[in-house]
DNA sequence: AACTAATACAACCGCATTCGA
DNA sequence: GTCGAATGCGGTTGTATTAGT
């Protein structure tokens, strides 16, 4: 049988229109189906992706607060690769994103933190015991690939102290996870109070929700919109 | 202003796991 | 119990944007 021919890379704002639709009508379960129904020549899997990572209502959009980049790198220092897990911890967040974020700012701090360590190294040769942080890669699952942890090594997490250390040894910050956890809490209060609904897509101003998808529910409650 | 390098992030791929018939 | 389809996950790649020279 010959497969119809699927569209790949970046999505359109007409495919996306038509997904969030085809999702709210028959909800982000069985993305094969939605992706036939749909009309879009699309696989279920990269509905399902688009979805997840981008389109889902619930998602926080932009930077990533420092609260949450230290919850990562506590986070990650306890479950190693695993991103959905991390993510859970973070609401609002995908394992895309995070995993995204781990690699390209982790390895960043990791190369200054090295810049400074060698700078260090001709004045104080004892910087170097940095290394000796690598327990908590011996703790952590899944650290896997030897780039990745020696940058987490030389991120100066401490395992099992449940605590973070950052900055260089001169400066150093810790946090304990409640601190942690009450700035992630002020944060989200500070949020709230901001009179912002509670889904975080509504506040969201390039969001689809706000600049299409009502005026499209709102214009064409007949479904043959999206299968002229 | 033009070019290059670095960064950010969306999307794809392959494999593993879960679920239902 | 088993098999196939659907779903989820982690790794990787591609591309657009930004910063630096």
Redo the contacts with the bound molecule.
């Keep these: 049988m010959v497969q119809e021919e699927m569209?790949?890379?970046?999505?359109t704002e007409q495919e996306d229109l038509q997904l969030v639709f085809y999702v709210k009508m028959f909800g982000d379960?069985?993305?094969?189906?939605l992706a036939k129904v749909s009309g879009l020549k699309?696989s279920?899997?990269?509905c399902?992706?688009?979805w997840?990572?981008?389109l889902n209502p619930s998602l926080k959009r932009g930077?990533m607060t420092p609260q949450e980049e230290r919850l990562v790198l506590q986070l990650h220092s306890k479950y190693g690769?695993?991103?959905?897990?991390i993510a859970g911890k973070l609401p609002g967040r995908t394992?895309?994103?995070i995993?995204?974020?781990w690699?390209?700012?982790m390895?960043?701090q990791a190369?200054d933190q090295r810049k400074n360590n060698t700078n260090k190294a001709s004045i104080s040769p004892s910087s170097s015991n940095f290394s000796n942080c690598s327990s908590s890669s011996a703790n952590s699952p899944?650290v896997?690939?030897s780039t990745e942890r020696n940058d987490c090594v030389e991120l100066l997490q401490v395992a099992g102290e449940n605590k973070i250390y950052e900055g260089d040894d001169q400066n150093m910050m810790v946090y304990s996870m409640d601190e942690i956890w009450k700035e992630v809490e002020s944060s989200e209060e500070i949020e709230t109070r901001n009179d912002l609904p509670s889904n975080t897509w509504n506040y969201c101003p390039d969001s689809l929700w706000m600049t299409h998808d009502h005026y499209y529910f709102d214009n064409h409650q007949d479904f043959s919109f999206f299968t002229a």
């Design positions: 569209r790949k890379g970046p999505w379960r069985r993305w094969d189906f699309r279920g899997k990269s399902r992706l688009r997840v990572n981008y930077k690769n695993r991103w959905s897990k394992d895309n994103e995993k995204n974020y690699r390209t700012h390895r960043k190369q899944a896997d690939s």
